[in-house]
């Protein structure tokens, strides 16, 4: 009962916030008078001037791309040289060495893509300075990216006959200081008065019940672990991640960190509403991608709370999270896959077959089910795009997509950015399955071996750092591989979004007439579901078919890997 009722009260609160959270951000992008702006307003006035922006200039698709790229490029060479030299720079109380080549690699890609894969512990690998400046820093830009991204592709699909987008550091910006920022430090203070701890001291030594001594890490963590959550990006300050009792100690703070990975891009499809200036839209977007979550989240319960065979109980604990039972650890774990915060409370390893296929699915749909802040409402349009596309071909006219005509320059980049991901997905996973370093990181034989591998590159492509935690990932094999493909999964999508933005904005808007196909409706909604299910399932279903689905017929058999 106790779980039924967090549930309800979840997507109550969501359902309540997000459309409330959606209209101050469109204020915040629109540079309407908002609530935040007589508190920070001097803030972002200091940005323009240190760093010489032009506020009142815009940009071109192509020079906002190009502000992108580089952006993120210094911000990873940036990342790479504070971990490589940390061991020369201060605030390294545990006199850590310099990481690795190929794992710093492997860090400054996943952080500056806002994937926050981690094949490393934090608090035994990465120095406090590498903490906050490196790796915090990155989890508010990288997800700002993805937000001004979203409003540049919002501007391109409602102006008419422009070439221009807005100013990538103006939106930037916004989206750091009146968004990210005001929220994170609300949430950090509630996590500290939950006990999460943030602190410069390095460690204390405790004695256990059994008189031995044991080294408990601290650090600065409270700061990280809200922009974190908020911002989709999942990297945890300690190993165990939100399963470490210093991240995530109480109920009330798993609640808040839960809802906190979810509100930004639930908010972000209602900002879109207003953009358009049709709530209807916003909500149709809205509610597909909470039927889609429900689908998920009811598919996994149902897995976790049936018959297990082998160990012959129902709602099985083994690594789920103890302290607030089975419902939180599934909760959490279709969460952060739905979104590309990955992040865990619990391993995704010890989920039952068919939850870990929810998990794995949520992010080779290309975390399009709410997604990271921005890119994953940016990827529910190229779906919406295709559906369109699809729907036009069915009728005999011209797709159209609120008043602009979907032409074959759009098609075509739509379908570059959903192949892209897919590449990484299957193509590594082959590689990784037929030579020695690839198969030599796995913790399980079988479907199951199948499984953390297949995971480890879905997560790569859909930028969402989450893992079964059973593949041994710091090795150079895979550093690399997943670097690569963290990189191919942020900027795959990006450019073509970007170029249909721009191509987008120069068309002119055609009044809606009998014939338009409308696209705000439950019609619609139905359509776009089947689309971006039949591409994820004609698309992934023979690996998913060697993987879960086949573990899940075993273990009914009394077979486990």
């Known amino acids: 009962m106790n ?3 967090q549930l309800i009260l979840f997507f109550v609160l969501l359902a309540a916030t997000a459309p409330l959270l959606g209209k101050f951000m469109f204020r915040v992008f629109t540079g309407d008078r908002h609530i935040m702006r007589p508190i920070f307003g001097w803030l972002e006035n200091s940005v323009y001037t240190i760093g010489g922006i032009n506020s009142k200039e815009e940009m ?3 020079t906002y791309t190009s502000a992108v790229l580089l952006f993120n490029f210094l911000g990873m060479l940036f990342l790479y040289l504070l971990q490589v030299l940390q061991a020369y720079l201060p605030l390294n109380t545990g006199k850590l060495p310099n990481v690795t080549w190929h794992l710093a690699f492997n860090t400054a890609a996943s952080f500056t893509t806002n994937t926050n894969w981690q094949a490393y512990g934090g608090e035994n690998t990465l120095s406090y300075l590498v903490q906050m400046l490196g790796i915090t820093v990155q989890n508010f830009v990288s997800a700002a990216t993805g937000i001004a991204v979203m409003m540049a592709l919002m501007r391109g699909l409602t102006r008419k006959s422009t070439n221009v987008l807005g100013n990538f550091w103006v939106d930037l910006t916004r989206g750091v200081v009146y968004v990210l920022l005001p929220l994170s430090m609300v949430l950090a203070f509630l996590l500290i008065g939950q006990g999460v701890v943030q602190t410069f001291s390095h460690s204390i030594t405790a004695t256990t019940l059994q008189g031995s001594e044991q080294v408990i890490a601290l650090g600065p963590a409270a700061s990280q672990i809200a922009i974190k959550q908020l911002g989709t990006n999942g990297g945890g300050f300690f190993n165990a991640n939100s399963a470490h009792p210093f991240e995530n100690p109480t109920p009330f703070s798993n609640f808040l ?3 906190a990975i979810i509100i930004i891009s639930a908010g972000l499809v209602f900002t879109y509403g207003h953009y358009l200036n049709s709530r209807r839209q916003g909500r149709t977007i809205f509610y597909t991608m909470l039927i889609l979550f429900g689908i998920g989240l009811g598919i996994s319960l149902w897995s976790e709370y049936s018959y297990n065979n082998v160990l012959n109980i129902t709602g099985n604990m083994e690594g789920k999270e103890t302290r607030f ?3 939180n650890s599934v909760l959490w774990s279709v969460a952060t896959t739905a979104t590309s915060n990955g992040s865990v409370n619990s391993m995704h ?10 998990a ?3 992010m080779m749909l290309g975390e399009v089910i709410f997604g990271g802040v921005g890119c994953g409402l940016y990827g529910m349009i190229i779906f919406i795009l295709l559906t369109v596309f699809i ?4 009728v005999g006219r011209t797709p159209e997509y609120l008043g602009k005509k979907v032409e074959a320059f759009e098609v075509k980049m739509a379908i570059f950015a959903v192949l892209a991901p897919n590449i990484v997905i299957k193509l590594f996973t082959a590689i990784a399955c037929t030579v020695g370093p690839g198969l030599s990181g796995l913790n399980n034989a079988g479907p199951h071996g199948l499984s953390e591998i297949l995971c480890a590159f879905s997560s790569a492509s859909g930028n969402n ?10 090795t150079v094999f895979y550093n690399l591989m997943i670097g690569c493909g963290v990189i191919i999964g942020r900027f795959g999508i990006l450019i073509p979004v970007m170029a249909i933005a721009g191509s987008m904005a120069e068309k002119k808007i055609t009044p809606d007439s009998m014939g338009t196909f409308k696209t705000d409706n439950w019609l619609f909604m139905v359509l776009l579901m089947a689309v971006i299910l039949i591409i994820g399932g004609l698309t992934f279903f023979p690996p998913l078919a060697l993987g879960p689905i086949v573990e899940h017929l075993l273990m009914n058999q009394g077979v486990m890997f």
């Open 360 to 362: 794995m699915f949520n």
């Open 349 to 358: 390893d010890s989920l039952s077959p068919l939850s870990g296929m929810v």
């Open 3 to 5: 779980e039924a009722v």
């Open 391 to 394: 729907a036009g071909l069915m």
């Open 325 to 327: 039972g089975v419902m």
């Open 257 to 259: 960190e839960l809802f």
């Open 60 to 62: 071109n698709w192509k």
């Open 465 to 474: 750092g989450s893992a079964f935690a059973g593949l041994n990932a710091n």
